[in-house]
C-alpha cells in the first residue's frame, strides 16, 4: 500500500472566507501515485472546516450569511461563555461544527472521484493566522 502525508497552510486576512482547495489536493494525489484508494482532508484547527460543495459565489455568500445568522460574531463576553476566558472566537468554533472537519474522497483511476459539481473547499471562521489542513492519500 502507498501512503502520502502532506499539511497545507494557509493564512486568510478575512476573518471568514472560503478557499477551493480543489487543485491542491489533486496535485498530491498525483504526487502520491495512488491510483485507486482514498483521500482524507482535515482541518488542524478547531475555528476551520473542510468541506465539499460547489464553487458558486452565491452560494458562498449564502453559506456566510446563513452561518452568521446561526453564530453571529460578538467578542463579547455577554453572548458566549466561552469568550469569557479571554477568547473572542467562539462563534467561529460553532460555525466549524457547523460546516465539519474532514472529507474522504474516493480516488479511482488516480482521481479524485467526485460528482457532478463537487470541489473541497477550505473554510476559515477565525482568519488571520496561519492553520493546517492535513491531506492524507493511501492505497494502490
Known amino acids: 500500500m502507498k501512503s502520502l502525508t502532506r499539511h497545507l497552510t494557509f493564512t486568510i486576512p478575512e476573518r471568514m ?3 477551493n482547495i480543489t487543485p491542491e489536493v489533486e496535485r498530491l494525489v498525483a504526487e502520491s501515485g ?7 482532508v482535515n482541518a488542524m484547527h478547531i475555528t476551520a472546516s473542510v468541506f465539499i460543495n460547489d464553487d458558486e459565489p452565491g452560494l458562498h455568500k449564502d453559506y456566510k450569511v446563513w452561518l452568521e445568522g446561526l453564530a453571529p460574531f460578538d467578542p463579547s463576553p455577554q453572548r458566549y461563555a466561552h469568550n469569557r476566558t479571554g477568547e473572542d472566537n467562539a462563534d467561529a468554533h460553532l460555525k466549524r461544527q457547523i460546516m465539519g472537519r474532514e472529507v474522504v474522497v474516493a480516488i479511482t483511476n488516480g482521481k479524485l472521484d ?3 459539481w463537487e470541489q473541497i473547499f477550505y473554510g476559515e471562521f477565525d482568519g488571520r493566522r496561519p492553520k493546517r489542513v492535513l491531506v492524507k492519500v493511501i492505497g494502490e
Open 34 to 40: 495512488v491510483k485507486e484508494g482514498l483521500c482524507l
Open 114 to 116: 467526485f460528482g457532478p
Open 17 to 19: 472566507a472560503f478557499l
